[in-house]
């Protein structure tokens, strides 16, 4: 599956972006999606999955903050970010897993910054 990130760009302390993106190639329903993000100096790390079966988790640091969120049909997978921070900036990533194989794929990374 192809990845494709969309919805980055530059926000003000508590204010909100939403982050979108589309599976091309493979069967969207087979694929547990995630959101990760690399700030500069750190390691990447996990922002919010869900399931094939809509389960979801959050990294505490987001938790109440962010929403993440499928459309199946639309082949897309959303990351609703509210009430920013200016350490939400990072290089936010769009992953797919298959729910067998176990394979991953990743999108290109979208920018978020969020000035104080």
């Known amino acids: 599956v192809q990845l494709q990130a969309f919805g980055g760009g530059l926000a003000q302390a508590g204010g909100f972006l939403r982050l979108s993106c589309v599976g091309f190639?493979?069967?969207?329903?087979?694929?547990?999606m995630a959101w990760y993000r690399q700030a500069p100096g750190k390691e990447r790390e996990l922002v919010a999955a869900?399931?094939?079966?809509?389960?979801?988790d959050y990294t505490e640091s987001v938790k109440g903050r962010f929403t993440i969120s499928r459309d199946n049909i639309k082949r897309t997978v959303y990351l609703q970010m509210n009430s920013l921070k200016p350490e939400d900036t990072a290089v936010y990533y769009c992953?797919?897993?298959?729910?067998?194989?176990?394979?991953?794929?990743w999108g290109k990374g979208t920018q978020v910054t969020v000035s104080s």
């Open positions: 869900i399931t094939s079966g809509m389960t979801t």
């Open positions: 992953q797919a897993t298959h729910v067998i194989a176990r394979s991953n794929y």
């Open positions: 190639g493979n069967i969207f329903n087979f694929y547990h």
